[in-house]
């Protein structure tokens, strides 16, 4: 059921580059929810210029799928020379059943890729956690355990954040937020896996300040 987008940012405006999965691309909401989109329309709102993010995220992809997509975008138009580039990937790593040391690499790599889209600076780039969605009715209905789910993330964040900083890129911690609110049906999708728009607006409140610093440097 993989869904995609690739809006093109307005030429006159700061271009923010997103990358990820079915939490980029919002699975579940409207366009408008989807955080990249509510990020943007929270820093014009005090005047920083931004467009309309080129979004290139689709429901299930894993760190390769994603790769891969990024060679189908750049040959149709170039992504280099974006202002700001976020990255939040990794879950359907862990879902199929990825160890935290394999996904690694191709992280490293995609973080790699973002800062060159970013003109080569990782202080333009920013990853946000992966939430534990062992804490959904989905992963209830589908049999997983929550604690054996939550060890997992733990460690794939622990590796996302290592390669981060070692990156010198910034990380925004949207994991424990979720772990607190995601129990509450408003802020999950109708498909009770999926953040609502108000759980992406708290991500988009986390983002926000590292997203003012990135463009105002």
């Known amino acids: 059921m993989p869904s995609a987008a ?22 579940g909401v409207d366009p408008s929810a989807r955080w990249p989109v509510q990020l943007a329309a929270a ?5 920083i210029a931004v467009g309309t993010p080129r979004i ?28 700001m580039v976020s990255l939040l990937i990794g879950v359907n790593d862990q879902y199929r059943g990825r160890t935290a040391d394999s996904f690694r690499a191709p992280f490293a ?3 790699r890729r973002a800062a060159g889209f970013a003109g080569g600076a990782a202080r333009r780039v920013m990853v946000l956690a992966i939430p534990d969605w062992g804490m959904t009715p989905f992963a209830r209905v589908h049999g997983r355990e929550p604690a054996q789910v939550a060890v997992q993330i733990d460690a794939f964040n622990a590796v996302a954040r290592e390669e981060c900083v070692a990156a010198g890129a910034h990380w925004v911690d949207i994991a424990a937020p979720y772990r607190a609110r995601a129990s509450e049906p408003e802020m999950l999708a109708g498909d009770g896996l ?9 991500w988009t409140a986390l983002a926000l300040p590292v997203a003012q610093g990135i463009l105002r440097a």
């Open 194 to 202: 999926h953040p609502s728009a108000a759980m992406y607006a708290l």
């Open 6 to 27: 690739g809006a093109a940012p307005d030429a006159a405006a700061t271009g923010y580059l997103a990358l990820g999965d079915s939490y980029t691309i919002g699975e």
């Open 109 to 111: 790599a995609l973080l």
């Open 56 to 83: 290139i995220a689709a429901t299930g992809w894993t760190c390769d799928e994603l790769d891969a997509a990024i060679d189908v975008a750049q040959a149709h138009e170039p992504l280099q020379g974006q202002a």
């Open 43 to 47: 820093l014009r709102a005090p005047g």
